[in-house]
């Protein structure tokens, strides 16, 4: 019964989670076109403000999944305080509406922000891989958590391209992006482009950025090709041992 409860509330979680990629990936859209759309040009900031915010309600409820998840609570409170944290330095830092750093303290905070990010990312990708794969069923929220995992590679992927442009060149996706939310906000529209394998839309980017896209490409693949045998061998053994 105790499993049971666990796996609704897993499935739960799951579905709230859904709900903020989805809504995340339309705001990086609309933000990376915000001066198509509508000629103004701060709204990528804007965009990027309410991505922020999407974001650490999304790394809230991955918090609440890892608890489900059995893991320690010392864990839980620093993801938790680091995504709060977090927000409120990165809204400053990146305040749309006026500098209230410098840039050289962008230069240095911006950098470090991302870094973090990166890492709670692949802490959040480890623990939901873990519980899709020890566990002996295939449950209908390893479904969900593998939908998680492949966004998380998308924003873990994004972080990886912010932090090549804030560290080398700021014009290395085909033309000079304001640091910031700007910067961001295309750097996971690149992300998103990449593990598609769309043509690129970044048609003048650096080719080292389009040989680390290649590389999340191949990641993606790897990843759905291994996921996909991970769900579908639980119902063959299945077959096999009644047979």
């Known amino acids: 019964m105790k499993n049971r409860l666990q796996i609704l509330s897993k499935s739960n979680l799951y579905g709230k989670l859904l709900i903020y990629v989805i809504l995340m990936q339309v ?20 965009g990027g403000a309410i991505f922020s915010i999407l974001d650490v309600v999304f790394y809230l409820y991955c918090t609440q999944l890892l608890k489900i998840l059995g893991r320690r609570d010392l864990l839980i409170r620093t993801l938790q305080i680091y995504a709060i944290v977090g927000l409120i330095i990165g809204l400053s830092v ?12 962008k230069q240095i905070l911006f950098p470090l922000f991302h870094l973090s990010n990166l890492v709670v990312d692949i802490i959040f990708i480890f623990y939901i891989l873990k519980d899709i794969f020890q566990s002996p069923e295939t449950e209908i929220d390893h479904i969900w958590g593998a939908i998680i995992v492949y966004f998380l590679i998308i924003l873990s992927f994004a972080e990886v391209f912010e932090l090549i442009l804030l560290l080398k060149d700021q014009n290395l996706l085909g033309k000079p992006y ?66």
């Open 27 to 46: 705001v990086v859209v609309l933000a990376s076109e915000s001066i198509f759309l509508t000629g103004d040009v701060n709204g990528s900031k804007y």
């Open 94 to 105: 990146a305040y749309p509406f006026a500098d209230l750093y410098s840039s050289t303290q």
């Open 178 to 243: 304001e640091i910031g939310y700007p910067s961001y906000i295309q750097a996971l529209m690149f992300s998103q482009n990449s593990i598609a394998g769309m043509d690129s839309i970044y048609p003048e980017a650096h080719d080292f950025m389009k040989k680390i896209a290649n590389l999340e490409n191949i990641s993606g693949n790897l990843f759905l090709t291994v996921i996909l045998g991970r769900l579908l061998s639980v119902p063959i053994k299945k077959a096999l041992r009644k047979s």
